[in-house]
């Protein structure tokens, strides 16, 4: 039998590192496709119709380059928003650093949604960034090729454990249940 050459070996041991960029990259759409929707609904609450309609007005009138600077600024201030959580993580504040980095991708998810809709039909107008866009499309439809098959696989060992796992949970409560009452009939004994 003939050994692999270095092409499939290097295949091989590139394949776990792709399989992990996928889940972090399905991670973060699943991410953006939860919260959006609800950072969507928490905006529509805030009287902010007006403002948004006189934004998209005022981006109707702008080119697509122009449009692409007020696309930028949101996103810059998401990025600084996330840098913003490294200043606790110097000082070895973690759990502060995590705190900060959630909000960060919450408001920075927001912001960046608002801005993305209201400069959609503009910026896909470049055809640069139509090709970016249709890029990072095909890598979210790769991601899920590649993930969506084990993710199923997960799934169904979930399912198929359930009841297994209630059984087992169920049988540790009534042992407890069971301590609980000798140990207090042996306490009403005592007194």
Aim: net charge positive.
């Amino acid at each position: 039998m003939a050994e692999p050459g270095p092409r499939t070996t290097m295949h091989r041991l590139l394949r776990p590192l792709w399989f992990l960029l996928a889940l972090l990259f399905l991670l973060e759409q699943w991410l953006w496709d939860h919260l959006v929707p609800a950072i969507r609904w928490i905006v529509d609450i805030i009287p902010w119709r007006r403002l948004k309609q006189q934004i998209a007005a005022a981006i109707d009138h702008l080119s697509p380059t122009a449009t692409l600077v007020v696309f930028l600024i949101p996103a810059a201030i998401y990025f600084g928003l996330e840098l913003l959580a490294l200043w606790p993580l110097a000082y070895g504040h973690w759990l502060l650093a995590l705190i900060v980095l959630a909000a960060a991708k919450i408001i920075g998810a927001a912001i960046t949604a608002f801005a993305f809709d209201v400069t959609r039909d503009k910026l896909l107008q470049l055809d640069w960034f139509r090709r970016g866009y249709e890029l990072v499309i095909g890598w979210r439809d790769a991601a899920h090729r590649l993930a969506d098959p084990y993710i199923a696989h997960l799934r169904a060992m979930a399912r198929a454990l359930r009841p297994t796992a209630r059984s087992h949970w169920l049988k540790l409560v009534q042992r407890f249940r069971r301590r609980v009452q000798a140990t207090s009939t042996k306490q009403s004994a005592v007194d």
